[in-house]
């Protein structure tokens, strides 16, 4: 599914049901796999369990509701991890919650972990205002009415919509969007309201 990345995919995440898995109580929207690489939205019930006996090479997410917890902490809803590896007999919720999760992307020793809402602003380009997580990906807060420079994207673009509308000359993305373009892909964004992206670029 999605597994040509010489495309641009686009999908509405709002407009797919959840589906079930094995485990009772975890639930999947599937956004891309290829080899054994993934990315999907993953929805964990209360007092679930993701995977009885599973191990993956390496995880990057973000909370997006509740609490998810692991064997190395809880982290609430606007935690950021980037994992070279986690057990995933140990990943459980309480409360239940809803995460962002990429999965098998990456090869490295380090592992990175930031609560975001307790993470200041830094300045970035024109108007933007940024919150650097790892390399190339960063979440990134868009004022009202502001418009970037025409722009190439070198490796590859991915852009979760996390809050308001993100735009560009090919249409309009609300909250939920996925958008994933290719190497040496163009656009021109803008928005009409406050908006907060999710990006990561140079990775495809």
């Known amino acids: 599914m999605n597994s040509d990345y010489d495309q ?7 407009t797919l049901s959840w589906e079930p898995t094995d485990q009772a109580g975890v639930f999947k929207k599937l956004l891309s796999s290829r080899d054994n690489a993934e990315t999907a939205l993953i929805e964990l019930k209360a007092n679930t369990v993701l995977s009885p006996s599973s191990k993956i090479n390496s995880v990057e997410l973000l909370v997006l509701e509740g609490s998810y917890i692991n064997e190395f902490g809880e982290f609430p809803q606007g935690s950021y991890l980037r994992l070279s590896a986690e057990d995933e007999s140990s990943v459980r919720t309480t409360q239940g919650c809803i995460v962002f999760r990429k999965t098998n992307y990456f090869d490295t020793d380090s592992s990175v972990m930031i609560h975001t809402p307790t993470t200041a602003w830094l300045s970035g380009q024109g108007n933007l205002q940024v919150i650097p997580l790892h390399d190339q990906t960063a979440l990134v807060k868009w004022p009202k009415n502001e418009r970037f420079l025409p722009h190439k994207h070198w490796g590859g673009e991915e852009i979760l919509v996390l809050r308001g509308v993100f735009m560009d000359e090919h ?7 996925w958008i994933r373009s290719p190497h040496l892909s163009h656009h021109y964004p803008y928005v009409e309201e406050e908006t907060v992206i999710l990006v ?3 990775h495809l």
Do not use: A, S
Not at 8 to 14: E, F, K, S, Y
Not at 171 to 177: D, L
């Open 8 to 14: 641009r995919v686009l999908i509405d995440t709002d």
């Open 171 to 177: 249409g309009k993305y609300p909250k939920g969007c």
């Open 200 to 202: 990561k670029t140079g």
